[in-house]
């Protein structure tokens, strides 16, 4: 194999799991030590730089960084990242003057921002701090988009909802236009802005489509209409007998509110099998726990009705087959099909893109599946000063990809008014140091925690139950967030190998917890992966790859299981390994520095 | 040295042995020495080898002197039985533990200092008794405790990390033992787990006196150009005359080898050591030949490793002395003393 490249900072940064992993690429690790620090303002800080959203995504993100999380290939479970990130939120002080100003002298340039969710918030909070004026405007009455109007109260505060949209639209240099559906991005366009950034999610709801479903409409919801109404006070009821249609997360938060709201016999069907839901595993077991059975592969075929009232509906009984090709499909099983009454149904089978109000002729295309065709690293769409993000750029994911395209869009909507090629991204920013204090001393706490990781306190059920707006989850106390932090291996704090100084005396083979370093003759990776002294079988991590030793050999790590404990550095005579923290922060639009004049 | 425990976290694969285990099992406490030091390699050398032959932890008697070296069975085998004797007194502590229990398998741990100084007269007592066991020499050539004088193993002409040069002969520990009458001696390099754990098994399985030099470069003190036990001098001149595969039960033979370039010998418990030559027509059967050929690659600057000499049938300190198959701590009063009866037949059988 050839030698690594550790000067790449793609290198460093995938061993960070978690950053990889998340959309935004948080420093997860980082804002993880300030809390056991204490620190909370300052781990806060880092989230609020990198996704914008601490505290409502401490709370409801899809936490892609947990499946990634190295802990997890260690022992049982990942780190509790998520709800870490609301501890900083919880425990924060003020951060009113660590927000960068908003000048008050503007660089002349509008930009309209279309749809108030974290997508369209993201762009404003990004360009606002560099003199640009933006104008959001949105059909709801107050910022959010779907944050706002899709997640039930008593997973997110709607408290943490203001605070957090506070921060970017009540600071100047944002302009909000609320109650203002936009009918048409032509009239949008004539009115002159440099650029538009459309952030409009993904509103409609997928429909229902069997017999009976007309007739039976009075009792049949679109499952995100629904918890809209419910957030807005509009619907404080719902029959006692409630069948949820889907297997995603709007399923899981239809069914917790129906059982608020008087359902007592709810109950979700689905069309796949529970491992196959598109919720995410914690969700489905909060439903459960709230003692709402998930009944998997029946297809709905009919909608029962009496006299233009549901009465029940009807499921065939399915089961997956694969075909060469690994394409699933459902078929029959044969068996009798299932009737279930019931006095409603929520559907929340999907939801999908809609864009009625722009105009088909105005030089937007489409693709096929009637998104609009984008650079997917731009987000720049056929009309070069249009942008999208979100759930309106590739369909519907979820909040911290709407983060995530927010910055993109922030970036190349920086470059477009200045004039630059918008593909012509900056890289990011890199920080390495080393952690070394002394001969086994270092600046992060290396002792590895053999803790398990704590469950995060709950609101009792027959109270939560009573209450729709009573936040069940109750986030970790200090004491149990420093006891979670430390399960944190640090997978930041890299281990960096300088061959010239290495003896190969072995000592950090031997020392080596996880048997993850070895010195040996050089071969293909395949081949070398098999004859480590721990096999290095899962393909997705590297191998770090060091010549130039005095034997000849090569020195190979296989970062997979790397616990960052430092032993090996600290068994090494001669220093040829360090801990060296590494720090990534994807680029952001930045002030220029004025050139210097000569 | 470090001050926090090894994490207990091990690799998702680590395979476990006969019994259950896994290496770390097999582990002790972390090392106070100072990093890079040779005898940790030993140590992992040592906790290797007995993890691959499926040891009892229990069964395993260590026993060390006084120095660097003989601070290591802390490090290894935690559940073993340790003693850690007076400074060059390992060996009859351990042949009296030796003729106390036959039972459990002897491990003494020493250094250049421990054997070839304080405790040379030690050593060669244990060896010409041919007492059961495995003794490792951790040599590093070096007092490293008391910061870095010669020892009695630096060879002659080598030189201190301050400059001064050796006029003294060293004692060559591994002639001495072939000498003496250990019937399994090698001499290894802590810097080559390859070879190095090969050889702990099968002195472990050796039912006699088992002796092995292993050069392990004292980082701190002589790791310097000059010195004749430093990793890069070592390497160097390491001339090694065998490799050795250690076989237990009816392993097929997987390899093969060239007609002539194998020699098997099976020790006396049945497992089979398989010696890949390295150097031609080197007979590690033959004592005499073994001797000559040190001397005469000593004297061209060779370092020689491997399996130097093994007597495939030999006998030990309890055979000599007909003692009985029953340990002696295991023997009760009516035993031990049988009584005026058995007295007056012994006396009688002497008149």
Redesign the interface.
């Known amino acids: 194999m050839k030698p690594t490249d550790v000067r790449n900072p793609d290198y460093f940064h995938k061993v960070v799991d978690c950053q990889w992993a998340c959309p935004a690429h948080t420093p997860v690790p980082e804002y993880i030590r300030l809390i056991a620090a204490g620190r909370y303002t300052d781990a806060y800080m880092i989230n609020w730089h990198s996704n914008v959203f601490p505290g409502i995504l401490g709370r409801t993100c899809d936490r892609p960084c947990e499946p990634a999380c190295r802990r997890g290939r260690v022992e049982h479970e990942p780190v509790a990242i998520c709800r870490l990130k609301r501890v900083a939120a919880d425990n924060k002080e003020d951060i009113a003057a660590r927000l960068p100003p908003i000048p008050k002298e503007k660089n002349g340039k509008r930009i309209a921002c279309i749809g108030a969710g974290p997508a369209s918030l993201t762009v404003a909070r990004d360009l606002a701090p560099l003199g640009y004026e933006i104008h959001v405007f949105d059909d709801q009455a107050k910022p959010g988009g779907f944050i706002r109007t899709q997640i039930p109260r008593f997973r997110l505060p709607e408290e943490i909802i203001d605070e957090e949209c506070g921060y970017i639209t009540g600071r100047g240099g944002v302009v909000l236009h609320m109650n203002r559906r936009v009918g048409s991005l032509k009239a949008v366009l004539a009115e002159g802005y440099d650029a538009v950034f459309v952030g409009t999610g993904a509103p409609r709801g997928r429909e229902l489509e069997v017999p009976g479903r007309k007739e039976a409409a009075a009792n049949i919801h679109i499952g995100i209409d629904w918890l809209a109404s419910v957030s807005f006070g509009h619907v404080h009821t719902i029959g006692r007998r409630v069948i949820v249609l889907g297997g995603g997360n709007t399923a899981m938060d239809c069914c917790r509110s129906a059982r608020r709201l008087g359902g007592e016999d709810v109950k979700v069907v689905v069309r796949s099998g529970f491992e196959e839901m598109k919720a995410s595993p914690w969700e489905k077991e909060d439903a459960m726990r709230e003692g709402i059975p998930i009944l998997n592969w029946l297809v709905p075929k009919e909608v029962l009705h009496d006299d233009g009232r549901l009465t029940g509906i009807v499921f065939e009984k399915v089961r997956a087959e694969y075909d060469a090709k690994g394409r699933r499909s459902l078929v029959p099983t044969g068996e009798p099909d299932v009737a279930m009454e019931c006095d409603d149904i929520l559907v929340a089978i999907g939801q999908e893109n809609a864009f009625p109000w722009i105009e088909r002729d105005i030089g937007l295309e489409f693709d096929r599946w009637g998104l609009p065709k984008l650079d997917p690293a731009t987000l720049q769409s056929t009309i070069p000063n249009v942008f999208f993000g979100g759930d309106a750029a590739f369909g519907p994911k979820n909040i911290i990809w709407a983060v995530a395209h927010g910055h993109e869009a922030a970036v190349s909507i920086d470059l477009f008014c200045r004039g630059e090629d918008v593909r012509n991204r900056p890289p990011p920013e890199v920080r390495m140091g080393s952690t070394k204090m002394g001969i086994h001393e270092w600046s992060y706490d290396n002792d590895v925690s053999l803790d398990l990781r704590y469950k995060v306190p709950h609101r009792d059920l027959s109270q939560s139950l009573r209450d729709i707006t009573a936040e069940v989850e109750l986030g970790y106390d200090r004491e149990l967030a420093y006891k979670e932090a430390q399960r944190c291996l640090n997978c930041d704090v890299q281990t960096v190998f300088t061959a010239s100084l290495c003896i190969e005396c072995d000592a950090c083979v031997d020392i080596c917890p996880v048997d993850c370093i070895n010195f040996t003759e050089n071969g293909e990776e395949e081949e070398l992966r098999q004859r480590l002294k721990a096999p290095a079988i899962n393909p997705e991590q590297a191998l770090y790859v060091a010549d130039g030793l005095k034997t000849g050999r090569v020195m190979v790590k296989d970062e997979d299981v790397c616990l960052h404990c430092g032993m090996c550095a600290e068994r090494c005579p001669t220093g040829a390994w360090d801990m060296q923290k590494f720090f990534l922060e994807t680029a952001k639009p930045k002030a220029r520095q004025p050139a210097c004049a000569l | 040295?470090?001050?926090?425990p090894?994490?207990?976290?091990?690799?998702?694969?680590?395979p476990k042995n006969a019994l259950g285990y896994t290496r770390?099992d097999y582990e002790g406490a972390?090392?106070t020495l100072?990093?890079?030091?040779?005898h940790?390699?030993i140590?992992?050398a040592i906790i290797q080898a007995c993890w691959e032959l499926s040891i009892e932890p229990h069964r395993v008697a260590k026993l060390s002197g006084i120095g660097c070296s003989s601070k290591t069975p802390d490090y290894f085998l935690g559940a073993s039985h340790g003693f850690n004797s007076v400074h060059g007194r390992m060996p009859s502590v351990l042949t009296g533990a030796n003729l106390a229990n036959r039972d459990l398998i002897y491990l003494g741990i020493s250094g250049d200092g421990d054997s070839a100084s304080i405790g040379l007269g030690q050593f060669a007592h244990i060896m010409r008794r041919g007492v059961n066991m495995t003794y490792i020499v951790e040599n590093n050539g070096v007092y490293g405790l008391t910061k870095g004088q010669f020892s009695a193993t630096s060879d002659k002409g080598s030189k201190a990390k301050r400059g001064a040069v050796n006029t003294d002969e060293a004692i060559d520990l591994v002639g001495l033992a072939m000498q003496l009458g250990a019937t399994f001696v090698a001499r290894s390099f802590?810097?080559d787990?390859a070879q190095l754990v090969p050889l702990i098994k099968a002195a472990l399985l050796h039912e006699g006196a088992a002796f092995i030099d292993c050069i392990s470069?004292c980082?701190?003190f002589n790791?310097h150009e000059g010195s004749t036990k430093s990793?890069?001098f070592v390497?160097e001149h390491n001339e090694a005359v065998n490799r050795l595969d250690v076989i237990l039960g009816r392993q097929p033979i997987t390899a093969e080898y060239a007609p002539g370039s194998v020699t098997e010998v099976t020790q006396h418990d049945g497992s089979v050591l398989r010696l890949r030559k390295l150097a031609p027509d080197y007979d590690p059967t033959d004592r005499v030949a073994a001797m000559n050929y040190l001397q005469e690659r000593k004297a061209a600057g060779e370092i020689v490793t491997g399996l130097l000499y093994v007597d495939p049938d030999p006998t030990d300190l309890h055979a000599n002395m007909g003692t009985v198959a029953v340990p002696l701590n295991r023997l009760g009063d009516a035993e031990l003393c049988p009584g005026s009866a058995a007295l007056a037949r012994i006396n009688a059988a002497l008149r």
Request: hydrophobic letters at 25%.
């Open positions: 040295m470090s001050y926090l090894k994490p207990k976290l091990h690799h998702p694969t680590l770390r972390i090392s100072c990093a890079g030091c040779g940790d390699s140590s992992a802590s810097g787990k470069p980082v701190a790791n990793y890069d390497r």
